[in-house]
């Protein structure tokens, strides 16, 4: 069995993964290491109420990066992938992206401008909202999407960690007292835009990426193809982070800093699925290419056993839930720990559906895989309120296993029903 490891591991392309997958599982575990050490920092010095207020402002600001990405972290990825042979090519897809991007971005700040002053009580925050756009910003300007599509994902793993390091360090220098709650998403997007500069003049040395302004046929593609992308990414970030929006309006601050503790405990583990699905997906892209049994066989042999890993870390977090949230708030929290547990195996969910959702988007199948996350985000906005209302953060909590479960169907539903001959399961 352990020569059969070894024989698979030394293979090339599986060397390669295995490569990828290590460094941005060192980014993560730096991510995770790092969360630990701000989380609770950031939580006693701005307490609870005030730490609700910056994970609600991320929650809004989460639908402008969501919207200047429009999908190119799965279209300009497999369009990257596909073309990694063709340095003109590549160049071309860079400049049309990222200039694709600024355009959205200018459009996202009035966007913005105009909803925090059509609303008072957003308009009292305007500070935090404003300051919090430079998270927007580095977003924008990260080509994550790029590294992705040659899989270097060690890079990605340099400047993550760059960029976290600089806010981890901000956040122990400069805030100090409840009303430096302003600066917290600041610094967030600072340190993003210092290692996005960092990546693009790597890029250009690295790659020999040629500046250039795309033409307005170009970024008119690029808004073409990655279209039905960004109507399933709006759709997910919609469900997501509408939970706390809409928890917003029915329960107080403090509810809403419970829940914020107890999503970003939950979301520790769901980074994991980012990182598997980020070095997967365009292997997964050139496989689709060659024959879809090579495919299936890549799924048996690469995400049963993840999948196992993701099962196990959602049962430690379901059994330790009281000891973390101990260590987070600095004291017992029942609420906190109840939430945790309800939510603990949403991961487990959510991997469950990343073999069909990565053969739609594979197979160019983005009406289909844009269908499922749409009708899914409806329902969670159908649901969410009413369940948020009569049972507030528990209800939100609901709402979201529901939604993820749906989803989850509804996607093998799709590729085993409607398009039989790239189904994953023989029965």
Request: aromatic fraction near 14%.
């Amino acid at each position: 069995m352990i020569n059969k490891i070894k024989k698979q591991i030394q293979q090339p392309e599986n060397k390669k993964l295995l490569s990828n997958f290590i460094s941005l599982s060192v980014l993560q575990m730096s991510g995770y290491v790092l969360s630990l050490l701000v989380l609770p920092y950031i939580i006693i010095v701005l307490g609870i109420e005030k730490f609700g207020l910056v994970i609600y402002t991320q929650a809004l600001l989460s639908y402008f990066i969501v919207f200047t990405d429009y999908g190119f972290n799965l279209s300009a990825t497999r369009d990257i992938s596909i073309n990694i042979d063709n340095p003109e090519k590549i160049s071309e897809i860079f400049n049309s992206v990222l200039f694709t991007k600024i355009i959205l971005g200018l459009c996202s700040f009035v966007i913005l401008t105009g909803i925090v002053f059509c609303f008072p009580k957003l308009r009292n925050e305007s500070l935090l909202f404003f300051s919090s756009f430079a998270m927007v910003v580095g977003q924008i300007l990260f080509p994550v999407w790029f590294f992705r599509g040659v899989e270097q994902m060690k890079f990605i793993t340099y400047l993550n960690v760059t960029s976290k390091l600089i806010f981890t360090g901000l956040i122990f220098l400069v805030i100090k007292v409840p009303s430096d709650y302003i600066y917290v998403n600041l610094f967030q997007g600072f340190g993003d835009i210092v290692s996005s500069f960092i990546s693009i003049i790597f890029l250009k040395k690295r790659f020999n990426i040629k500046f250039a302004f795309p033409t307005i046929h170009q970024i008119k593609l690029e808004l073409v193809n990655g279209w039905h992308i960004l109507v399933s990414s709006f759709a997910v970030n919609l469900y997501m982070n509408s939970n706390i929006i809409i928890l917003g309006f029915f329960a107080n601050s403090i509810v809403l800093g419970y829940y914020s503790i107890a999503e970003k405990v939950m979301l520790i583990i769901r980074q994991l699925l980012g990182v598997y699905s980020q070095v997967t997906y365009p292997h997964i892209c050139k496989l689709a290419q060659v024959g879809h049994v090579r495919l299936t066989n890549f799924y048996k042999k690469v995400f049963v056993p993840f999948l196992l890993v993701i099962i196990f870390c959602s049962l430690t977090l379901f059994l330790f839930s009281d000891k973390l949230v101990l260590f987070l708030a600095k004291g017992n929290n029942p609420n906190v720990a109840h939430l945790i547990r309800l939510i603990a195996f949403v991961p487990v969910i959510v991997c469950l559906n990343i073999p069909a959702f990565q053969t739609l988007l594979a197979y160019n199948m983005k009406k289909n895989y844009s269908f499922v996350l749409t009708t899914g985000s409806l329902i969670s906005i159908a649901i969410n309120p009413l369940l948020t209302y009569n049972f507030q953060a528990t209800g939100t909590c609901i709402s979201i296993i529901i939604t993820e479960l749906l989803i989850t169907i509804g996607l093998y539903l799709i590729l085993e029903l409607k398009n039989k001959e790239y189904k994953l399961f023989n029965f």
